[in-house]
């Protein structure tokens, strides 16, 4: 006797966000399956982090989507070279952390949630990463 096949699951309802840079040059979506309000942003004190003001949201690669300005972006390495922070060669705003080590956050980057528009930038959870002692 065979077995019954499994009950697909509800998909849930998502929350899509627009984002862009400053100067609007790279613009793009990130779809949530739960709030901004509900999901844990990184905080991360290493100097690039604090300096440059990330509040990292970590998406799988599929939840992002370019409207405009895909491979704009101008990388610095850091966190040990597992991270290639990018960040818009026009006016300079910081835009994703993007994994470049193997097991690293794979099919994964960050994305600066201070990008996301008409937010209340004060609502997500901070998770705090020291990243600072990390950092060589």
């Known amino acids: 006797m065979g077995t019954l096949p499994p009950t697909p699951a509800k998909s849930s309802p998502t929350t899509t966000y627009n984002a ?25 004190n290493c100097s690039i982090c604090t300096r440059n003001g990330y509040l990292d949201l970590y998406v ?8 405009s300005g895909e491979g704009h972006a101008t990388a ?11 960040f818009c060669p ?18 994964m980057r960050a994305v600066n949630v201070r990008a996301f528009k008409g937010i209340d930038i004060d609502s997500p959870k901070l998770k705090v990463h020291d990243g600072k002692s990390k950092v060589s």
């Open 20 to 44: 862009s840079r400053h100067c609007s040059r790279i613009s793009f979506t990130v779809t949530l399956t739960s709030p901004l309000y509900a999901q844990d942003v990184v905080a991360c």
């Open 90 to 107: 026009t006016c300079g705003t910081c835009l994703f952390g993007v994994p470049v080590a193997e097991n690293f956050f794979p099919g």
């Open 60 to 67: 799988k690669n599929e939840d992002l989507k370019f409207i």
């Open 76 to 86: 610095h390495f850091q966190l040990q070279k597992r991270v290639r922070h990018e």
